[in-house]
């Protein structure tokens, strides 16, 4: 079947053998907080997460220790193809007596996250950082925009602190660390300043990022938002503030998109390549919205697929646009849904790096607009599947179809019993 796929491919000058070594050398990050419903390891587990953030479902077999999220982690990296990364959060630092005990996030030093490194050295993995911006007494309910200066303090200082876990990270791993700053700060009703929290949100990350970092090694971004939970008429870190900030501090930050993060009608896939034209990089965070953020399991469906296509027609793949996952939904196997997840994009990739992009930006460029429709949509007819499975095979991971009797038996003998 894969020979004939090929011969197929072939016809309309695209290389399998290529496209399927192209994408195991693209590293995507894998996000450790689907496993614990974005909990971590810092707080009380039984309260509520604040600032923004919700998790919905009580499937069984939630990660309660860096033990078992490590467990876990290690399963969704047997099933799945291709080249990870880790993506870890402030709140899952870990805490012994061998480096002194829990601390406050403005205190986090790159011990506490020793064991972690230890864990992506074993398994070859690069990792990603973002400061933890929520759950959190000292969100009041404002972070980084407060007007209380003691507030702002102690969460400029987190950001500092993170600046310097990341350095950590990338220099123990040998790949670079993009450290992403999120906040969930905004006015659930009309506010009667709006620019003074942006101001303020402006100067935060200034004093962050006057924390001294090699840019080759550490990657800041900015996360824009449109709204959340309790911040649905105004969010300090929208999208126009975060573009321009990144715009306005070029070899300090890059833009990140997070394709949830927009009205319903906008699509990040347009959006990828009008920010290349004038960034270096970008960061992207890849989910699944309906209808708004709801962080769904990443499915292989057409924003998926559009977004992968203009990733790899604009060079993406080459370190232009860092990837990374980041849903959460505690209403399946968590297992199940980070396994997913990864594989869809894993299948959009592929997918976008069988597409005859060359031939046909020349019909588009000749002005033969019905060659483009019908050849686009031709394409969604080819053996793609044959190809997946050769690729998957070639990257010792299951196909379609098998992986989830694994996951099945894991549930039964592991997350059954937590």
């Not at 959006?271 to 890849?286: R, T």
């Amino acid at each position: 079947m894969y020979n004939e796929a090929k011969e197929k491919y072939a016809a309309l000058g695209v290389d399998t053998e290529q496209a399927m070594a192209r994408l195991m050398k693209a590293p995507v990050s894998l996000h450790c907080w689907q496993g614990d419903d974005v909990r971590g390891f810092d707080t009380d587990p039984t309260k509520p997460l604040t600032g923004g953030i919700q998790t919905t479902g009580n499937y069984p077999g939630r990660a309660r220790t860096p033990e078992e999220l490590m467990a876990d982690i290690d399963m969704v990296l047997k099933l799945c193809p291709g080249m990870k990364k880790l993506n870890l959060h402030a709140n899952y630092a870990i805490f012994d007596d061998a480096n002194g005990g829990w601390v406050d996030r403005d205190k986090l030093e790159p011990k506490h996250f020793k064991k972690w490194v230890d864990f992506c050295k074993e398994r070859g993995l690069g990792c990603d950082f973002n400061p933890t911006f929520f759950s959190h007494p000292k969100c009041d309910p404002l972070t980084l925009s407060s007007p209380n200066e003691e507030t702002r303090r102690f969460w400029i200082d987190h950001g500092k602190a993170c600046i310097r876990i990341s350095q950590y990270l990338a220099e123990e791993l040998g790949q670079p660390c993009v450290m992403n700053i999120w906040t969930g700060d905004g006015f659930k009703d009309i506010p009667a300043d709006r620019m003074g929290p942006r101001m303020r949100y402006k100067e935060s990350i200034d004093e962050i990022l006057s924390e001294p970092f090699d840019f080759n090694k550490v990657k800041p971004c900015v996360e824009s938002k449109v709204f959340g939970i309790g911040v649905e008429a105004y969010t300090v870190g929208s999208a126009e503030f975060s573009l321009n900030y990144a715009a306005a501090n070029p070899g300090k930050c890059i833009p990140l998109m997070d394709n949830g993060h927009y009205h319903p009608t906008e699509v990040v896939s347009d959006k990828i390549p009008a920010l290349l034209v004038f960034f270096p990089e970008i960061a992207l965070h890849i989910t699944r919205p309906v209808r708004w953020d709801s962080d769904h399991v990443v499915l292989f469906d057409d924003e998926t697929r559009e977004m992968a296509k203009e990733i790899v027609r604009c060079g993406g793949l080459d370190g232009r646009v860092k990837m990374a996952l980041d849903y959460f939904d505690a209403s399946v196997n968590r297992v199940a849904a980070w396994t997913l997840g990864f594989r869809n994009w894993q299948k959009a990739l592929l997918n976008a790096l069988l597409t005859p992009s060359d031939s046909l930006k020349a019909d588009q460029d000749a002005g033969d607009f019905t060659a483009v429709l019908v050849r686009q949509d031709e394409l969604k007819t080819l053996p793609f599947g044959a190809v997946w499975d050769e690729y998957c095979r070639r990257c010792g991971a299951p196909l379609d179809g098998t992986w989830l009797d694994t996951v099945r038996q894991y549930e039964k003998e592991v997350l059954s019993q937590r």
